[in-house]
């Protein structure tokens, strides 16, 4: 096996990455010449001059921070996320005794408002006043998130909403597809629903009405 080579110090002319090669391979300098922990001096923006301890306990504060934070969003997530299934769940137990689309977009509408906070659920079917307009908002992947013009939430919602989230009710067999309307989701903040957001609630919730739709009296 050949043997790493370690370059002689003494017969280079020093430079950036040759000082950076010689402290990875000597990590105990600096305990070995305590006084430069101190005594250099490390250009800072708002402090103008620091020493390499402060720099040092500086990155670690910066790390604690991040981490702090990245902690912080993932026990948002799992907040959203246990929201998110139990609404859900109970969408599923209350559309167990719809007899009508009627009845099925109040039982949404209930679970929507109590446990998600949100203006309104709508079902909108291709009769509805608005049912084009929405549709033009919808993406390859039949939803949309974000806002709309406010004469179209006027129409559409019976509250003031700053923000929705849309998904195409369709439901697929074997032999064909079947579209039955588009699920209409109204938050009041304007920045409750944006483009970026996952889809994942309304879809599931799109799949779900689907396999209830077929057995309810159109009206």
Known sequence: MSKALTPNFDELELDAELVKEYLQQNPDFFLQH???????????????????LEKRQEVQRDKITLMEEELTSLMGHARANEIIFKAISQIYISLVGCQSISDL?????????????????????????????????????GTYLGRLKADLMDVVFDQPAGSVALIEVVHESEDDEQIFGIGAFAAKQHDH???????FFIRELARLLSQHFVHLVRE
């Open 34 to 52: 305590p006084e430069l922990v101190t005594q250099l001096k490390i250009p800072h923006v708002a402090k103008g001059a620091i020493s390499l």
């Open 193 to 199: 629903f944006q483009p970026h957001m996952d889809t």
């Open 105 to 141: 977009e109040q039982a949404v509408n209930k679970v929507c408002q109590e446990h998600l906070y949100l203006v309104q659920f709508r079902l909108l079917q291709p009769e509805d006043e608005a049912y084009l307009h929405l549709q033009a908002k919808l993406n390859s992947k």
